[in-house]
C-alpha cells in the first residue's frame, strides 16, 4: 500500500499535465458506456449518489458533479484527493473536503451508505488476489439494489501479477515513470472476478436485450475497445449490477443500433 501510494502521489502532476490535454474534457465520452444506461433507470440527476474509487485526481467525479449528480470520491493518494477536492470544490465549496477522502477503499468505513453508481476506471488491476474480488464485493454491498457499477482494466493475453512500471502519460516522454503493483487479466479473467464479488456483468451494443457476461463468453461478444494512443493495447469496459438486478436498457427496441464508440475514447489507465 505504502508504495502504491507514493507511485500515485509522483503521478498526480503527470496526470494533470494529461488532464489538460484530453482527462478533464473526454471525461463524459469516456464514461458514456455506463451513463446510457444511469440515465435510462429514470432518476433525476440530483438523486444519483455516485461514488468514485481510485479517483485519481478527479476528471470523472468533477464532470458529474457538473452535470448535477451527488458525487463522492476515495483515492489511497494524498495528492490524488487534493486534485479531486480541487474539481468538487467548485461546485460544492467547502463540502470537497468531506466528500473525497484519502484511504484504502478495503478499509474504509462507508457506515450505511448506499451508491447508484459506482466507478472503478483502472482500479481493480492496482489490487493483488484476492484483495481484488474483496474490493469488488465491497462494491457490491456499497451498491442499491438497482445501482450500476462500471469497472475496467486492460485487456491482457495472459494473468501476470506483480511490481510493474507504469508511464503516468500513457508512452509519452514527459511522462512521469514509476514502479507500482500490478494485476493483468485476460478479459475472461477479470469477468470471472466480477463475477466472483457479487455483481453481474453485462455487456450491451445498444439495441436488443443485453447480454449477461461470463468466462464462456465469445470474445467477439466481450466489451472490448483498442487504444489508438498506446499501439495494441486495448480495454476491457464493464458495466455490472448486483446479483439479481437487470441492466437498465430502453423498453423497446430503436430498431437502429446506437454508434459505438470511438476508438480514441477508451478510459486512461
Not at 75 to 81: K, L
Not at 155 to 173: V, W, Y
Request: glycine share 8%; hydrophobic share 40%; with cysteine.
Amino acid at each position: 500500500m505504502a508504495r502504491q501510494r507514493a507511485a500515485y502521489n509522483r503521478f498526480a502532476l503527470s496526470y494533470e499535465i494529461d488532464a489538460a490535454r484530453r482527462r478533464d474534457s473526454w471525461a463524459a465520452r469516456w464514461l458514456e458506456p455506463v451513463m446510457r444506461h444511469v440515465e435510462l433507470a429514470g432518476r433525476k440527476r440530483s438523486d444519483v449518489r455516485v461514488l468514485d474509487v481510485g479517483s485519481g485526481i478527479g476528471s470523472f467525479a468533477g464532470h458529474l458533479a457538473h452535470e448535477g449528480f451527488d458525487v463522492w470520491a476515495i483515492d489511497i493518494a494524498d495528492e490524488m484527493v487534493e486534485r479531486t477536492r480541487a474539481r468538487l470544490r467548485q461546485v460544492y465549496g467547502s463540502d470537497a473536503q468531506s466528500r473525497a477522502v484519502r484511504g484504502s477503499f478495503i478499509e474504509h468505513d462507508f457506515a450505511s451508505e448506499q451508491f447508484d453508481l459506482i466507478l472503478g476506471v483502472a482500479f481493480v488491476h492496482c489490487l493483488p488476489r484476492p484483495v481484488d474480488v474483496l474490493a469488488i464485493r465491497k462494491m457490491a454491498e456499497l451498491l442499491n439494489e438497482e445501482g450500476i457499477a462500471y469497472l475496467t482494466t486492460t485487456a491482457e493475453p495472459d494473468g501476470q501479477e506483480a511490481l510493474a512500471l507504469k508511464d503516468a502519460m500513457r508512452g509519452e516522454r514527459d511522462g512521469t515513470l514509476m514502479r507500482r503493483y500490478r494485476t493483468r487479466y485476460t478479459p475472461a479473467q477479470f469477468i470471472d472476478r466480477i463475477r466472483a464479488g457479487g455483481l453481474t456483468p453485462w455487456s450491451w451494443p445498444g439495441y436488443g436485450a443485453p447480454v449477461e457476461l461470463d468466462s464462456l463468453t465469445p470474445a467477439d461478444a466481450m466489451p472490448i475497445f483498442s487504444d489508438t494512443h498506446v499501439p495494441g493495447k486495448r480495454w476491457v469496459d464493464v458495466v455490472a449490477t448486483r446479483q439479481g438486478a437487470l441492466l437498465p436498457v430502453p423498453a423497446t427496441d430503436p430498431g437502429v443500433p446506437e454508434p459505438t464508440r470511438s476508438d480514441e475514447l477508451v478510459p486512461v489507465g
